[in-house]
């Protein structure tokens, strides 16, 4: 069995469709890239893997467990924006990550001590060491988006899910953050999926890169069908010899 | 170059910052002296002299027949009044407030409700206040804390709503139960949020609480005011109300210091 099994997936909000027949299997360490058009349920698809909403059919199994009714530790989530917390000191923000799942949100004294010293240890590795006592708003964008994906890690989710994390930075410390996040991955071999804009950074960071789009269109009632996984790339290798086109699966031949 | 692009210069700021006070005692003393050289004993508009005199024997001599200096008295008493119930309205308002922001329940239980209740002009209500906890200490402090609470809730209920969903969701992924949202997430972002409506709800508070001293007290600030309308003593009446705005603007810039220097991440405010 593979390790995220989406299966069947439909979600509608009243009439609106919004994704339909989106089935999925990827395997334990995989890097998934997800791009499509703006609108087409790119994020919704994160939202659902999330477990901050539910689909109206189908379910989504990590490990072939129950699927999840809210987002809990393990699925790890960093966003475009608002990914750290901003009333706490940039340590503090690795510590919660630890300590947000105990009684109360607090560590015993002994632990907390520990647990402090791991997350200095954690933000030197990120090269956010000196910066432990600052509030998050002291740092520049692409440093709180490492902090933000360290925070994540730092709570061992099962998989990570990337909500456009680099579409805010410009392009130099975009780069820098793939690095950052290639290194985190051969240690971690963490299960990822991204959401981006960017096609290049999709085959650069993914395994796989599936594209969401709408294969079938009423142009009489545009809400009438959803969008679903149209390409699923094989994105090794610079995404050569090989991949797998489902067009044909999804879209009408042309008449 | 555009006016809204022209910035004044420190001393310039300085200046236009005093201007407005200055052209109020100016008028002030030009009325006052018009009308105290039309009848030098004239109880309206007393000379500025007179109000600084006043106000020195106010705030040093004791009253003759109990001893005590009324003013520092007055003070004590008021503004202890004042203190709890601006602590009750915010304890409560705090309180009520994430709960309504967090829990989809007890929003749609208590959402629409606190909207109703905080229509009703609370000055109405202060006959039922006095019939129900009678003419002491309760009465005046129910006042205040009827009269800033709902504001207090709303405020703070519409805040937590406001903080980020992703913050909300972070803190889920992280293990965070709904408890623990509230209190390592919700609250810390709110408190400096609180501190902001207390600070423009302490206008009203001294509003209900001299509306009640004048109704019914033997002491306090607003008591004294209106005793000492009926000697139409205004020089005692302007040093009082200076004294009150005076205390009421500390405390607003007390407000405002302790939350820049607790919360310095929340960024300047007003």
């Known amino acids: 069995m593979s390790f995220v099994s989406v299966d069947n997936i439909f979600l509608r909000y009243g009439t609106f469709s919004i994704l339909e027949r989106v089935s999925l299997s990827v395997e334990e360490g995989e890097f ?13 698809f994160l939202r659902l893997l999330l477990a901050e909403e539910q689909p109206t059919r189908g379910e989504i199994r990590i490990e072939g467990r129950e699927p999840a009714v809210e987002p809990g530790r393990e699925r790890g989530i960093v966003f475009q924006r608002y990914s750290v917390f901003p009333h706490m000191s940039v340590r503090d923000n690795i510590v919660a990550a630890e300590s947000f799942d105990k ?10 001590v520990a647990a402090r010293e791991r997350a200095q240890a954690t933000l030197d590795r990120i090269g956010l060491g000196h910066m432990g006592h600052a509030y998050p708003t002291a740092l520049s964008g692409g440093m709180q988006q490492r902090l933000a994906i360290a925070q994540a890690l730092t709570a061992r989710p099962r998989i990570l899910l990337l909500d456009e994390p680099f579409g805010a930075l410009d392009p130099g410390t975009r ?21 981006t804009h960017d096609l290049q950074e999709g085959f650069k960071l993914g395994d796989r890169v599936i594209v969401f789009d709408k294969p079938r269109w009423d142009p009489t009632d545009p809400s009438a069908y959803g969008a679903t996984i149209t390409y699923d790339f094989d994105a090794r290798n610079n995404g050569i010899p090989f991949q797998d086109i489902l067009e044909a699966d999804h879209a009408h031949p042309p008449a | 170059m555009r006016l809204i692009n022209r910035q004044p210069s420190r001393a310039l700021t300085v200046f236009l910052a005093m201007l407005p006070f200055a052209a109020l005692l100016i008028a002030y003393s030009v009325a006052s002296e018009i009308r105290l050289a039309a009848n030098p004993s004239d109880r309206l508009l007393p000379s500025l002299s007179t109000i600084g005199e ?12 109990s001893g005590r200096i009324l003013l520092w008295y007055d003070t004590g008493v008021s503004l202890l009044r004042l203190f709890i119930g601006v602590f009750c309205a915010s304890f409560v308002g705090l309180t009520v407030g994430l709960l309504i922001g967090l829990l989809p329940h007890v929003r749609a239980m208590l959402g629409v409700f606190v909207a109703v209740i905080s229509m009703i002009p ?22 205040i804390i009827i009269g800033i609470t709902p504001f207090l809730i709303r405020d703070v209920s519409q805040r937590v709503v ?19 949202i509230a209190l390592r ?11 902001q409506s207390v600070r423009l709800s302490l206008g009203p508070a001294w509003l209900f609480l001299i509306a009640a001293e004048a109704i019914a007290s033997d002491l306090g ?11 139409l003593a205004m020089d005692v009446i302007l040093t009082y109300v200076i004294w009150i705005t005076l205390l009421a603007f500390l405390i607003d810039w007390l407000l405002r210091v302790a939350s820049r220097k607790l919360y310095p991440w929340a960024g300047k405010g007003l």
């Open chain 2, 185 to 195: 997430v919700a609250l810390p972002q709110i408190m400096p949020r609180l501190i």
């Open chain 1, 175 to 195: 780069l820098q953050m793939h690095d950052f996040l290639t290194e985190l991955r051969e240690e971690t071999k963490m299960t990822v999926f991204m959401v």
């Open chain 1, 103 to 112: 009684p109360l949100g607090r560590l015993k004294r002994g632990e907390r």
């Open chain 2, 162 to 180: 406001d903080i980020p969903h992703e913050l909300i969701v972070k803190a889920q992924t992280l293990g965070a139960s709904s408890l623990v």
């Open chain 2, 221 to 231: 600030l607003g008591y004294r005011i209106f005793l000492v309308r009926r000697y």
């Open chain 1, 32 to 44: 998934i890239s997800i791009v499509g058009a703006s609108g087409c349920g790119k994020s919704t």
């Open chain 2, 122 to 143: 609370p000055l109405a209500i202060l006959p039922i206040l006095f019939i129900t906890f009678g003419l002491g200490e309760l009465a005046k402090v129910v006042l």
């Open chain 2, 54 to 65: 006043t106000a020195v024997r106010l705030f040093t001599e004791p009253d003759k027949r």
